[in-house]
């Protein structure tokens, strides 16, 4: 999250040596769609960002990466396969970071550790301070 999505999907574009309209002839999106997130000026949801991410033969974690950065930039920021849980389920680490008095706007950076049992959600915060919220999950 160090830089935004429009200057992380330019540089990715680039490296690949492609042009706005090549990329969007392989990811199967307009144009102008690719020139707009580039910009700032467009939003994009996971659907579209796999596309494009693929079509960056982005994969794996990287792609994964590229999908949460896209879709952060959407008004619809949960992943289709998260939609089907609870909103008291999705919105939990959201209340806890307000109730701690941390804003959405106050996250300048974050790293995601551990493994799909026990994970730790490090954020750096614009102020300087950082906070760690760890998560483990237990089934019985």
């Known amino acids: 999250m160090s830089k935004p999505f429009s200057s992380r ?30 910009n700032g000026n467009r939003r994009v949801g996971e659907y579209q960002a796999r596309k494009i991410g693929a079509a960056l ?10 999908v949460h950065e896209a879709i952060n930039t959407c008004t619809k920021k949960i992943l ?17 970071l307000r109730r701690a008095g941390i804003d ?8 995601v550790t551990g493994d799909e049992y026990e994970q730790d959600l490090h954020l750096k915060l614009g102020d300087g301070r950082s906070a760690t919220l760890r998560t483990q999950l237990v089934c019985a």
Request: charged fraction near 25%; avoid cysteine.
């Open 104 to 111: 959405a706007a106050s996250i300048f950076d974050y790293a």
């Open 9 to 38: 999907l330019l540089e990715l574009r680039t490296n690949a040596k492609l042009t706005n309209s090549e990329l969007g002839r392989l990811a199967d999106v307009p144009e102008s769609l690719v020139s707009g997130l580039q």
């Open 80 to 96: 289709n396969e998260a939609k089907e849980y609870p909103s008291q389920v999705l919105n939990l680490v959201a209340l806890q």
């Open 57 to 66: 033969r982005l994969t794996g974690d990287d792609l994964e990466q590229f």
